[in-house]
């Protein structure tokens, strides 16, 4: 535990530093897994609370080494404002790992759940995006639906652009 407290209070002090620094730093370089899951844990708890936008960053900078940890923390976590947050999180990373998570949050009945997993995918975009969208749109209900054909449309539309 002592040197996950070194790496919060690292990441503390780059808080309040340039963000040329705050890049340069990626905690998941240097964790190891055990590390990195108690490191991804703490944030998370960070993000119902006074830090919680400094916690939203250090998952982001993390990178998508955290993702399993990350879902995982999703699956556990009741607030709908921390899922919300690690939705974003997760979001941010930008690599095709995420599909299957967002994917899986597109049948929420919770509606801030599937519109932030939506505007997930409609990000990434692509192919792979596009069949999970027309798969989740045959079994969505027509609220959903109108959701999903917009941004299958969105998707097709940046496809086309130079």
């Known amino acids: 535990m002592h040197k996950l407290q070194e790496r919060v209070n690292s990441c503390a002090l780059f808080a309040n530093k340039d ?3 705050r890049n340069r ?3 998941g370089n240097n964790l190891s897994m055990t590390d990195l899951q108690e490191y991804v844990q703490f944030n ?3 993000l119902s609370g006074a830090r ?3 916690a939203w960053h250090a998952l982001v900078e993390t990178g998508p080494v955290a993702l399993p940890h990350i879902i995982t923390a999703y699956d556990t976590v009741r607030d709908l404002s921390v899922k919300l947050s690690l939705i974003t999180v997760v979001c941010q990373y ?3 790992e995420v599909t299957p998570f967002l994917a899986r949050l597109l049948q929420n009945n919770e509606a801030e759940i599937w519109k932030s997993a939506l505007d997930g995918l409609v990000k ?3 192919d792979p ?3 999970i969208l027309r798969a989740a749109e045959a079994a969505a209900s027509p609220e959903k639906r109108n959701w999903i054909e917009e941004a ?3 998707i097709i539309e940046s496809h086309d652009r130079p």
């Open 19 to 21: 963000m040329s620094a």
């Open 25 to 27: 730093y990626n905690p």
């Open 44 to 46: 998370v708890r960070e």
């Open 52 to 54: 919680a936008d400094d």
């Open 94 to 96: 930008s690599v095709i």
């Open 124 to 126: 990434l975009g692509g």
């Open 129 to 131: 995006v596009l069949e």
């Open 152 to 154: 299958v449309q969105q």
